[in-house]
Nanobody, 123 residues
């Protein structure tokens, strides 16, 4: 089992920044690739950014490229999402998740989830 707890969400003006954190406990954190997802009202959950177990490989949704940065600190059992130049369309609940299955990075491949943190970007 892996327990994930997100923090760092909140209300920010367009153009501002937030840093989300996800603290993990339980089984070895470094054994899991991690992802940040978001879900806006009335929309499907989408993968925003993903990072490999070592942190050496990252990938981003087109909407996040150039603005968001995913990173992890395996010594602290924490994964981060730095979000810059935020836009109102970034408003969503953001979830971190641990990947437990191989294959395309869909939500079904992530077996452990946090409770989510709300990010609201005001125009």
């Amino acid at each position: 089992q892996v327990q994930l707890v997100e923090s760092g969400g909140g209300l920010v003006q367009a153009g501002g920044s937030l840093r989300l954190s996800c603290a993990a406990s339980g089984r070895t954190f470094s054994s899991y690739a991690m992802g940040w997802f978001r879900q806006a009202l009335g929309k499907e959950r989408e993968l925003v950014a993903a990072i490999s177990r070592s942190g050496g490989s990252t990938s981003y949704a087109d909407s996040a490229k150039g603005r968001f940065t995913i990173a992890r600190d395996n010594a602290k059992n924490t994964v981060y999402l730095q979000m810059n130049s935020l836009k109102p369309e970034d408003t969503a609940v953001y979830y971190c998740a641990a990947r437990t299955r191989i294959g395309p990075a869909t939500p079904e491949k992530y077996g452990y989830w946090g409770q989510g943190t709300q990010v609201t970007v005001a125009s």
